[in-house]
């Protein structure tokens, strides 16, 4: 199971850091682990991935900004965002290969 938390309402330029918590899977198993978000209206779109193979990839609109990070003792997996935009607002998702977690809500008003 992936539960994400640490969404929340800020402003333009400010920072927030959403937590994946995994349980039932050890994460330092998964190949792959990602966040996605969605925008109302909008796709649901890959913001950040973290590979055991191939390290982490962003989507060109989040690079520079946005890290993921995997915290093997907590099991968990980190989305560090920063310098956030009024267009970062979205639902934020957690996935690993056929398993979704429920969204945490990030609002940034510009």
């Known amino acids: 199971q992936l539960q994400a938390s640490g969404g929340g309402s800020v402003q333009a330029g400010e920072a927030l850091r959403l937590t994946c918590t995994v349980s039932g899977l050890r994460i330092n198993t998964m190949a792959s682990i990602s966040w996605y978000r969605q925008a109302p209206g909008k796709q649901r779109e890959l913001v950040a991935r973290?590979?055991?193979?191939?390290?982490?990839d962003y989507a060109d609109s989040v690079k520079g900004r946005f890290t993921i990070r995997r915290d093997t003792p907590m099991n968990a997996v980190y989305l560090q965002m920063n310098r956030l935009k009024f267009e970062d607002t979205a639902v934020y998702y957690c996935?690993?290969?056929?398993?979704w977690g429920q969204g945490t809500q990030v609002t940034v008003s510009s």
């Open positions: 973290s590979s055991i193979f191939d390290g982490a």
């Open positions: 996935y690993t290969p056929e398993l």
